[in-house]
């Protein structure tokens, strides 16, 4: 699912416009759009105390063009449309939509008034993506007015303006950048024409982009088709994150999976698991469809040498983490390769591996991925994942509940687990390892708490997300 800047839906619209769309009348599709989800879930719209918020760009004109369509079709009891600036101001399409406002007699004014208070449904159109900065005065002063509505539900036309508190967004076109930490957001089409959103290179992970992990297992499989992960880490003391892995790799599906640890004193916990020999890895190795390295690895110059030649050298997937990543840092350009790597970097691990501050989620994760052609996944609240041709992914799935240690080793095996059954999609296999991993936290916290979650329990709902997904 594309996600878009606001420059960038601008852009998009232009060229629908040139296109021979006239904006009037994606204008109308808008409001159109708006119109059908206000039908869904607050009707009946006839019963409604509306107030529209309207701005003099086209944002305003998108609610001024609600406004009639309200008054149109429902007659609501109370339709009020309150101005943030004179006619004058306005764009062109603005001024277009308010004459009909006035035409059809209804009720406008840059007052506040006294009544307001009462209103049920208050509609935010005063900036959508023509917002640049903190909102001043009057903008402002709505916001806080809209925000202090003591009965009304706040919906959003296209992007919320400043902090607004928006119970429903809907957004045209696609999902913009800067909606990712807002609530409930539904994309309304407004008739422009898939191809202009080709170029755009940031997407919002959905359900129907992972549909290949969804896809029901073949009746005659059996474990050989599902690969077998090799993963290293375990060193002493910190045993933990090495089985917290290979059994998230066995939840997700994963044939078999070996685990290696330095510490001659390592067991698997979990029957299932199966124990590999540290001294002979090189040839235990063998045949591995893919390998994880790094959960409870620890730092050392041998190490270090150990994930070096395993970067360059592992002729397949490749997945790391934890110390697997701090014995790596920093990245340059000559550890370049054209196996398939995997990074799951914390921020604090991402620094590392950029040797710099960090900036810009987005484009630190970009700008690694394409250093070192690898697949970067950058942890924390909005996981990105990004791939060495640019392309960039936010995950909407996570919780608080997975501010845990443990949490991380539970990501690694569930994306080595999806990289080995399924060789033919290894974007789909990473966002969906981040995806399934996030909405696990959530299942964690909307069954128990997130204060009371536990990195060992999440794949308890595993199940749960991989039903949503199918």
């Given at each position: 699912?594309k996600?878009?800047?606001?420059?960038?839906?601008?852009?998009?619209e232009?060229?629908?416009?040139?296109?021979g769309i006239?904006?009037?009348v994606?204008?109308?599709?808008?409001?159109?759009g708006?119109l059908?989800e206000?039908?869904k879930?607050?009707s009946?719209?006839?019963?409604?105390?509306?107030a529209v918020?309207c701005?003099?760009?086209n944002?305003?004109?998108d609610g001024?063009?609600?406004?009639?369509?309200?008054?149109?079709?429902h007659s609501?009891p109370?339709?009020?449309?309150?101005?943030?600036?004179?006619?004058?101001?306005?764009?062109?399409?603005c001024?277009?939509?308010l004459?009909?406002?006035?035409?059809?007699?209804?009720?406008?004014?840059?007052?506040?008034?006294?009544d307001?208070?009462?209103?049920?449904?208050?509609?935010?159109a005063?900036?959508?993506i023509?917002?640049n900065?903190?909102?001043?005065?009057?903008?402002a002063?709505?916001?806080?007015?809209?925000?202090k509505?003591?009965?009304?539900?706040r919906?959003?036309?296209?992007?919320?303006?400043?902090?607004?508190?928006?119970?429903?967004?809907?957004?045209?076109?696609?999902h913009?950048?800067?909606?990712?930490?807002?609530?409930?957001?539904v994309?309304?089409?407004i008739?422009i024409p898939?191809r202009?959103?080709?170029?755009?290179?940031?997407?919002?992970?959905?359900?129907a982009?992972l549909?290949?992990?969804?896809?029901?297992?073949a009746r005659?499989?059996?474990k050989?088709?599902?690969?077998?992960?090799?993963?290293?880490?375990?060193?002493?003391?910190?045993?933990?994150a090495l089985?917290?892995a290979?059994e998230a790799?066995?939840?997700?599906?994963?044939?078999?999976a070996?685990?290696?640890?330095p510490?001659?004193e390592f067991r698997?916990?979990l029957?299932?698991?199966m124990?590999?020999?540290?001294?002979s890895?090189?040839?235990d190795?063998?045949?591995?469809?893919v390998?994880?390295?790094?959960?409870g690895?620890g730092?050392?110059?041998?190490?270090r040498?150990?994930v070096a030649?395993f970067?360059?050298?592992?002729p397949a997937?490749?997945?790391?983490d934890?110390?697997?990543?701090?014995n790596?840092a920093?990245l340059?350009e000559g550890h370049?390769?054209?196996?398939?790597?995997v990074?799951?970097?914390?921020?604090g691990?991402m620094?590392?591996?950029?040797?710099?501050d960090?900036g810009?989620?987005?484009?630190?994760a970009?700008?690694?991925a394409?250093?070192?052609n690898?697949t970067?996944a950058?942890?924390?609240?909005?996981t990105?994942?990004?791939?060495?041709?640019g392309q960039?992914?936010i995950?909407?799935?996570g919780?608080?509940?997975l501010?845990?240690?443990?949490s991380?080793?539970v990501?690694?095996g569930l994306?080595?687990a999806?990289?080995?059954q399924?060789p033919?999609?290894?974007?789909?296999?990473?966002l969906a390892?981040?995806?399934?991993?996030?909405?696990?936290?959530?299942?964690?916290?909307?069954?128990?708490?997130e204060?009371t979650s536990?990195?060992?329990?999440?794949?308890d709902h595993?199940?749960e997300?991989?039903?949503?997904?199918?």
């Amino acid at each position: 699912m594309k996600l878009l800047s606001g420059a960038e839906m601008r852009t998009v619209e232009t060229a629908a416009i040139e296109a021979g769309i006239p904006s009037v009348v994606l204008m109308e599709n808008a409001a159109y759009g708006v119109l059908h989800e206000l039908e869904k879930r607050y009707s009946p719209l006839s019963a409604q105390r509306i107030a529209v918020f309207c701005g003099r760009g086209n944002n305003g004109g998108d609610g001024l063009a609600v406004a009639r369509l309200l008054h149109v079709h429902h007659s609501p009891p109370s339709l009020t449309v309150i101005l943030a600036f004179e006619a004058e101001e306005m764009t062109a399409d603005c001024a277009t939509q308010l004459r009909m406002i006035e035409a059809l007699g209804i009720p406008y004014t840059m007052q506040l008034p006294l009544d307001l208070p009462a209103t049920t449904l208050a509609i935010d159109a005063l900036l959508g993506i023509g917002q640049n900065g903190p909102p001043r005065d009057p903008i402002a002063s709505l916001i806080e007015v809209i925000n202090k509505l003591p009965l009304a539900k706040r919906v959003a036309v296209d992007v919320p303006t400043g902090s607004v508190r928006a119970d429903l967004t809907v957004t045209f076109t696609a999902h913009k950048s800067d909606q990712v930490e807002i609530g409930e957001v539904v994309v309304a089409p407004i008739g422009i024409p898939a191809r202009f959103l080709e170029t755009a290179k940031l997407n919002l992970t959905a359900p129907a982009d992972l549909a290949p992990i969804a896809s029901p297992r073949a009746r005659d499989s059996h474990k050989g088709s599902f690969g077998h992960v090799a993963l290293l880490g375990g060193s002493a003391g910190k045993h933990g994150a090495l089985q917290l892995a290979g059994e998230a790799c066995l939840r997700a599906g994963a044939g078999l999976a070996t685990l290696f640890s330095p510490d001659a004193e390592f067991r698997p916990q979990l029957p299932d698991l199966m124990l590999g020999n540290w001294m002979s890895m090189a040839r235990d190795l063998e045949g591995k469809s893919v390998l994880a390295i790094g959960p409870g690895l620890g730092t050392s110059p041998e190490m270090r040498d150990l994930v070096a030649g395993f970067y360059q050298h592992w002729p397949a997937a490749l997945v790391l983490d934890a110390d697997a990543l701090n014995n790596l840092a920093p990245l340059t350009e000559g550890h370049r390769t054209s196996f398939p790597r995997v990074l799951t970097p914390h921020p604090g691990e991402m620094r590392r591996l950029l040797g710099r501050d960090l900036g810009d989620r987005v484009e630190d994760a970009r700008s690694l991925a394409a250093l070192v052609n690898c697949t970067v996944a950058l942890k924390g609240q909005r996981t990105v994942v990004a791939f060495p041709d640019g392309q960039a992914w936010i995950n909407p799935t996570g919780s608080p509940a997975l501010a845990k240690g443990g949490s991380g080793d539970v990501l690694t095996g569930l994306i080595a687990a999806l990289l080995s059954q399924h060789p033919a999609h290894p974007q789909q296999a990473v966002l969906a390892g981040v995806y399934l991993h996030g909405r696990c936290g959530e299942l964690a916290a909307s069954h128990g708490h997130e204060m009371t979650s536990l990195a060992s329990r999440l794949c308890d709902h595993l199940p749960e997300a991989l039903h949503e997904l199918g």
